[in-house]
């Protein structure tokens, strides 16, 4: 169960006729303080002991690891150079594209500001599953499992402790929390860093 505030009966009603629903959806609206935030508890210790800097406030209400999720357009042009037929960046579900690196250079990343003031911390790659290979316009699954079956030929996890707690996962994309607040706009320049541990 996800914790929110509920939108209303307005809203509901609205969203299940536009929807052309039978059931009453409800819309859920994730207001800090009044809603809490996800905590790195025990169920998220083998995490932090593999990824030292996932951290209990870039974990998100909503999302499953972290409410940013960064990847490339270099590296979405990498993998469909190795597909039959070409898959829209959309299936990746990122909330962050950014344009102009190397391919997988997202992989490297520790530190990045985007535009002048929001700054983000990368703490862990995003291991793809299944979801990759769901047609974002149609909602039907590729039948060839595409493209998790190529990743999974070529971006694996490197680290045997990373491997242990993922499995045969492959990786694409970086997660992400946010560490200084502020707007970014469409066209931003995104500025990248590393450090050690």
Request: proline share 4%; hydrophobic share 35%.
């Amino acid at each position: 169960t996800v914790a929110a505030v509920d939108c209303g009966d307005d809203v509901a009603h609205w969203l299940s006729h536009s929807l052309c629903s039978t059931s009453d959806l409800r819309l859920g609206h994730f207001s800090w303080p009044d809603v809490p935030l996800r905590t790195v508890t025990e169920g998220w210790k083998h995490f932090t002991k593999v990824y030292n800097r996932l951290r209990s406030e870039y974990l998100g209400a909503y999302s499953y690891m972290a409410s940013y999720l960064i990847i490339t357009e270099e590296s979405v042009k990498d993998v469909n150079s190795r597909l039959r037929q070409p898959v829209s960046e959309r299936c990746y579900r990122a909330n962050i594209v950014v344009k102009g690196s190397t391919a997988y250079s997202e992989d490297s990343w520790d530190w990045l500001r985007l535009g002048d003031s929001v700054v983000l911390r990368g703490f862990k790659p995003c291991t793809r599953c299944a979801v990759t290979a769901i047609d974002p316009d149609t909602g039907k699954l590729n039948p060839y499992l595409e493209p998790l079956r190529t990743l999974k030929r070529y971006r694996q996890l490197v680290r045997k402790e990373e491997r242990d707690l993922s499995g045969n996962e492959p990786v694409f994309g970086l997660y992400a929390g946010l560490h200084t607040v502020g707007n970014v706009r469409v066209g931003d320049s995104v500025y990248v860093g590393t450090t050690t541990d």
